[in-house]
């Protein structure tokens, strides 16, 4: 079976891991081991910030921004319905409230239109999406929240490497927020990162994190979301390979589209000009399916090995918790979406010949 990805670790990851447990300090009280120290500096030298501070997931490196900017009881944070759970969960968790927006059909990012019309008295802050690898159209966004007085906290779970008008996505915003888990660009097994240009965020980052302790007292309240000292060695050894990584996935993506481009029945993911992609997921769309025709297509590709996936089934907002607890809304491009689309293996595991086999399956189980 070809999964619809796999991390690639091999015995210099082993080795980084069994230095770590020889060495006998596997974590840090105050989150700040030998590891963990390195790998902030190499990542935040990668993307081109300040600082970089780690946290145990994607999930809470989202919440300790909104955390980190005092969003709370009362306010409002406009994201995108069509994302991962965990977004929304880092919104909740905060005590906001989420505000759920449309995306834009063609490249799955929040709608930067429907940001404006759902600005309230009570928004403090916009969470843009870069999904699947492209990067949202940051501009309109960002001079929307400045005219607004908004905060943005971007979400590049899956933008590691994506790029925006020539800066690397993690450059641009007040913080933006990385994940390592399994099916990630890189991984630390499970593990997040937030990059920011601020030293006051910086610092408060790294109370959150860590009991809210600064040292000698609790300053503020705070969490435990540190990353192991075992997770930032893994950490630092995907690093190195990161440029490798995404070179592959983008000569994978490149190949794939080129066999997919015969058929007539399919949208194929592309890169609207100034935007560079990172190919997190490789995410097509059937023109006109319902979702019942899209998962028959997923389920034969299956049967032929190919573990395609959708991400995501069901925008946020019509899923029941949130119906019960927000109530009824209209999001028609999101569901349109969530009908249509189906992400392919392009992983950089994989070999040329198993990116051809993908593409002629693809086909002749969809046309």
Request: hydrophobic content about 35%; proline content about 4%.
């Amino acid at each position: 079976m070809i999964s619809i990805n796999k991390p690639q670790i091999d015995e210099e990851e082993i080795r980084a891991v069994a230095r770590v447990l020889r060495r006998g300090r596997i974590s840090h009280s105050d989150g700040a081991g030998p590891n963990t120290l390195q790998m902030e500096r190499a990542f935040a030298l990668f993307v081109g910030s300040k600082y970089a501070v780690t946290f145990n997931s994607g999930t809470s490196a989202i919440t300790s921004a909104l955390l980190a900017l005092n969003i709370g009881r009362s306010d409002e944070v406009i994201l995108p319905s069509f994302t991962h759970i965990g977004t929304v969960e880092a919104v909740t968790m905060t005590g906001a409230r989420p505000i759920f927006v449309d995306i834009d059909p063609e490249t799955y990012c929040i709608d930067s239109k429907k940001v404006k019309e759902a600005i309230t008295t009570n928004t403090k802050a916009v969470i843009p999406v870069h999904l699947y690898g492209l990067p949202v159209d940051i501009q309109p966004v960002k001079e929307i929240a400045d005219r607004n007085r908004l905060h943005i906290v971007e979400d590049a779970s899956h933008a590691l490497g994506s790029e925006y008008e020539g800066r690397r996505i993690g450059s641009i915003g007040d913080m933006t927020c990385f994940s390592f888990q399994e099916d990630g660009i890189i991984t630390t097994g499970e593990g997040g990162i937030v990059t920011t240009d601020n030293s006051e965020y910086m610092e408060l980052l790294k109370l959150i994190r860590c009991h809210g302790d600064g040292g000698s007292r609790q300053r503020i309240e705070g969490y435990n979301f540190k990353l192991s000292e075992v997770g930032a060695a893994i950490g630092i050894v995907q690093l190195s390979k990161l440029p490798r990584f995404l070179d592959t996935r983008r000569q994978n993506a490149s190949l794939l589209s080129e066999i997919l481009e015969e058929s007539e029945k399919l949208i194929i993911s592309n890169e609207p000009l100034g935007r560079r992609h990172s190919w997190n997921y490789f995410t097509i769309r059937i023109k006109g399916a319902n979702a019942g025709r899209r998962n028959k297509a997923m389920r034969q590709l299956r049967k032929r090995k190919i573990w395609a996936e959708v991400y995501y089934s069901k925008p946020i907002h019509s899923m029941p918790y949130y119906v019960i607890k927000y109530g009824t809304t209209s999001l028609l491009n999101s569901e349109r979406a969530a009908r249509q689309v189906l992400s392919l293996p392009i992983y950089p595991g994989l070999s040329e010949d198993e990116i051809v086999y993908i593409g002629k399956t693809t086909l002749e189980t969809i046309g």
